[in-house]
């Protein structure tokens, strides 16, 4: 009996490790399902826990994006990993592409699923962003005083920034100092094979955005999943790592 293309291991990249970067918060625990499928096609497969999430170290300062790059360089050191097929979602995402732009020759392959490249202010966004200076009086005004907290979780949530309203602290000074850096350069720089693998469902980083990256990212391909949402590559690891599984056989 024939194996389908899929489920047959990549024989060529099976000495290449894949280095899994957790979106934003998420811990490996919850990428451990996917590990396990590319660890089943043979390849050794790593969930890096960044500071600050569910499972890694705790924060003493507020950190940047480079303290993130240092963080995953100590890593890849740790593990004896030279080069790599990096996995990446979302904030993942931004770790992955300052790294490998300037330092490429630690990358195999690059896979990125709800990294927001662009910084695109839609219009629920553009609305609170108006809303907030308006919603930060009115919250000291009877009966609102009382009702501060709900109200700030309704305004996030109505504007899709959820992440940050989750975020107090060293935490969200660090969620301020990632999301203030642009990536657009370090996506011009990449040369690696790139694929993106974006849930049309996305509600948190919309499919445009991959379009955006798929034409600002040398020779970047663009797969869109049917009825995926923004988290589906942990939630559904099977269908998330098909795509990947066929793009690696053609490098």
Same mark, same amino acid.
Request: no cysteine.
């Given at each position: 009996m024939?194996? /389908?293309?899929? /489920?047959r291991k990549i024989e060529a990249m099976d000495k290449y490790p894949v280095v899994i970067l957790p979106g934003w918060l998420i811990g490996s625990a919850r990428f451990e399902p996917l590990a396990q499928v590319f660890r089943d096609h043979g390849f050794p497969t790593f969930t890096v826990d960044f500071p600050g999430f569910e499972t890694g170290e705790k924060l003493t @300062?507020? !950190?940047s994006l480079i303290d993130y790059v240092k963080f995953l360089n100590s890593f890849l050191r740790q593990k004896r990993i030279t080069k790599a097929v990096f996995v990446v979602h979302s904030f993942g995402g931004r770790v992955a592409l300052k790294l490998l732009s300037q330092e490429p020759q630690k990358g195999v392959a690059l896979i990125i699923s709800g990294t927001p490249g662009f910084q695109v202010m839609g219009p629920r966004k553009l609305i609170a962003s108006l809303m907030a200076p308006? *919603?930060?009086v009115i919250s000291f005004v009877p009966p609102f005083i009382f009702f501060r907290k709900q109200l700030a979780q309704l305004l996030y949530r109505f504007s899709g920034t959820h =992440?940050?309203?989750?975020? =107090? *602290? !060293? !935490?969200?000074?660090?969620?301020k100092n990632i999301i203030s850096e642009p990536l657009v350069e370090y996506m011009k720089k990449i040369r690696l094979p790139v694929l993106l693998v974006w849930g049309r469902e996305d509600r948190i980083v919309p499919l445009r955005v991959a379009h955006k990256m798929q034409e600002t990212i040398h020779g970047? @391909? !663009?797969? +869109?999943? +049917?009825?995926?949402?923004?988290n589906f590559c942990y939630k559904?690891? +099977?269908?998330?790592?098909q795509p990947i599984l066929e793009f690696l056989k053609t490098i």
């Open positions: 024939h194996k /389908s293309p899929v /489920s @300062r507020p !950190l308006i *919603g930060k =992440d940050y309203y989750k975020t =107090d *602290g !060293l !935490l969200r000074a660090t969620f970047a @391909r !663009l797969v +869109e999943i +049917e009825h995926a949402t923004h559904n690891p +099977e269908k998330f790592a």
